[in-house]
């Protein structure tokens, strides 16, 4: 398989569960993102990963972890969320941190209840 | 106060009606200007990259355009597949890491 993928593409979680966000690329990028998407607002970076360190942590909530194992695999992990986490969850990839043409999965759509 | 504004919010054309969608941004020490398209349900998908002022770039319908403080993204005889949310990012120099910042986008539906 091509591309970026993510799974799950729906998660309904209660406020106390702890649940993952995978994200996987077969491009052989070397950036990897997690961007949040609500609704009326623009995309909002979460987390960079370059080279496999994290370079950006865009003052997100210690309730959102993320993880990258290796060039190839990306995970969000999440914990005690609040309903206003609800949006939709898209990792994205890029070949260096300066291309601006990034390759976006489809997004796990994330409902906190 | 938003760096990357788009205007309108959304746009309704008719099938061959030709309009044009427009980026303003404030940042200064533009790097790059970056069009995405984003279906329903879908990650956005990369169109076209601009990186100095009077550069242009074509792909089938569309033709995107930059100037020192706007871009616009031309879209020709439209028809009911260009239906999707079309955004924009910058990039510039000295911002974090290069990291795009995107505006909210602007909504196209065209009707048959």
């Known amino acids: 398989e091509t591309g970026v993928t993510q799974t799950p593409r729906h998660l309904v979680m209660g406020m106390t569960n702890k649940k993952s966000l995978k994200c996987e690329q077969h491009?052989?990028?070397?950036?990897m993102y997690w961007y949040k998407q609500s609704a009326k607002k623009p995309l909002e970076l979460m987390f960079v990963?370059?080279?496999?360190?994290?370079?950006e942590n865009n003052s997100v909530p210690s309730r959102f972890s993320p993880e990258c194992p290796n060039s190839s695999h990306l995970f969000l992990h999440l914990h005690t969320l609040q309903p206003e986490d609800s949006a939709l969850y898209l990792c994205a990839s890029s070949q260096g941190q300066l291309s601006g043409g990034y390759t976006f999965g489809s997004g796990t759509r994330l409902t906190v209840v | 106060e938003d760096q990357v504004t788009q205007s309108p919010e959304a746009l309704r054309l008719q099938e061959g009606e030709s309009s044009s969608l427009n980026c303003s941004y404030t940042?200064?020490?533009?790097?790059?200007l970056f069009w995405y398209r984003q279906d329903p349900g879908k990650g956005p998908e990369f169109l076209f990259t601009?990186?100095?002022a009077g550069e242009e770039k074509e792909k089938e319908r569309l033709k995107a355009t930059l100037t020192k403080k706007e871009s616009f993204l031309h879209i020709t005889a439209p028809k009911p597949e260009d239906s999707a949310t079309y955004l924009c990012?910058?990039?510039?120099?000295?911002?974090?890491?290069?990291?795009?910042?995107f505006g909210k986008g602007t909504k196209l539906s065209v009707k048959p």
């Open positions: 491009l052989g990028h070397n950036a």
């Open positions: 990963y370059s080279l496999e360190e994290r370079v």
């Open positions: 601009l990186y100095s």
């Open positions: 990012a910058v990039q510039f120099y000295g911002g974090s890491q290069g990291n795009l910042i």
């Open positions: 940042v200064s020490g533009l790097r790059g």
